[in-house]
């Protein structure tokens, strides 16, 4: 880490790359640093325009974010309904009716810990009973836990070649929560294809980024930009 810089615009970041020509930028999805500085700056959201409509909904009383986003995908929005949930007002729903309390639920089979599922998930041959009976009339576990496999055997021989089909697969199941990861896949191929088959990954900066926050919250209240600086710079 070489320098903490207050904010986080563009100007900033632009004249402190200014200010220290040795530094080479490699810009991916952009032939030169003015362009990206130019898309940062001009980017937008896809719900932008249609954020009128949904307060004027929102207003009404329609709460409900599906029927939201399948109205707004009429007029044209192409985003998942995952992006209408993280819209800031629909992450408090409330119904302005009274909800009954549900009735009790009949006594059932105690359910395994979603932890211990995970490790039944990956690894093809601790506790195969239990999964097999846990994925038994459960078809969208089923076909999970098999899409999963396949991917940690696409990671673990570095064949991303079978990456494209992989995503096909996906797709072709109704498995809302793979279809988010495989569009995001989707999105920034070339940088998950070149994960499968190079030695580098982001841990190193995310371990940055970790450190820097904690050192913010630490001293929340106390310190400004010059200590805080001082102590991500220098401190161990």
Request: overall charge positive; hydrophobic content about 40%; charged content about 25%.
């Given at each position: 880490?070489?320098?903490?810089?207050?904010?986080r615009?563009?100007e900033?970041?632009?004249?402190?790359?200014?200010?220290?020509?040795?530094?080479?930028?490699?810009?991916?999805?952009?032939?030169?640093?003015?362009?990206?500085?130019?898309?940062?700056?001009h980017?937008?959201?896809?719900?932008?325009?249609?954020?009128?409509?949904?307060h004027?909904?929102?207003?009404?009383?329609?709460?409900?974010?599906?029927?939201l986003?399948?109205?707004?995908?009429?007029?044209?929005?192409?985003?998942?309904?995952?992006?209408?949930?993280?819209y800031?007002?629909?992450?408090?729903?409330?119904?302005?009716?009274?909800?009954?309390?549900?009735?009790?639920?009949?006594?059932?089979r105690?359910?395994?810990?979603?932890?211990?599922?995970?490790?039944?998930t990956?690894?093809?041959?601790?506790?195969?009973?239990?999964?097999?009976?846990?994925?038994?009339g459960?078809?969208?576990?089923?076909?999970?836990?098999?899409?999963?496999?396949?991917?940690?055997?696409?990671?673990r021989?570095q064949?991303?070649?079978?990456?494209p089909?992989?995503?096909?697969?996906?797709?072709a199941?109704?498995?809302?929560?793979l279809?988010?990861?495989?569009?995001?896949?989707?999105?920034?191929?070339?940088?998950?294809?070149?994960?499968?088959?190079?030695?580098?990954?982001?841990?190193?900066?995310?371990?940055?980024?970790?450190?820097?926050?904690?050192?913010k919250?630490?001293g929340f209240?106390?310190?400004?930009?010059?200590?805080?600086?001082?102590?991500?710079?220098?401190?161990?």
């Amino acid at each position: 880490m070489l320098d903490v810089l207050p904010g986080r615009d563009v100007e900033p970041l632009a004249s402190w790359l200014a200010g220290h020509p040795e530094i080479e930028v490699i810009c991916r999805g952009a032939q030169s640093l003015e362009e990206l500085l130019l898309k940062a700056a001009h980017r937008t959201s896809k719900l932008a325009p249609y954020r009128p409509y949904l307060h004027q909904r929102w207003r009404e009383g329609r709460h409900d974010v599906p029927r939201l986003h399948h109205e707004i995908q009429q007029q044209g929005f192409t985003g998942d309904v995952q992006r209408g949930r993280r819209y800031a007002p629909f992450k408090k729903p409330h119904s302005p009716l009274p909800k009954s309390p549900p009735a009790p639920p009949p006594p059932v089979r105690a359910v395994p810990k979603p932890r211990r599922v995970v490790r039944w998930t990956m690894s093809a041959e601790a506790d195969a009973t239990e999964l097999r009976e846990f994925r038994t009339g459960r078809p969208h576990l089923d076909l999970t836990v098999r899409h999963v496999r396949d991917f940690a055997a696409m990671l673990r021989d570095q064949n991303a070649e079978a990456l494209p089909a992989w995503m096909d697969r996906v797709k072709a199941d109704d498995l809302s929560a793979l279809h988010s990861l495989a569009n995001g896949f989707h999105r920034d191929l070339d940088a998950v294809t070149a994960a499968f088959a190079t030695p580098w990954n982001s841990v190193q900066v995310e371990g940055h980024v970790t450190r820097a926050k904690l050192l913010k919250r630490m001293g929340f209240g106390r310190a400004h930009l010059p200590l805080l600086r001082e102590r991500i710079l220098h401190s161990p």
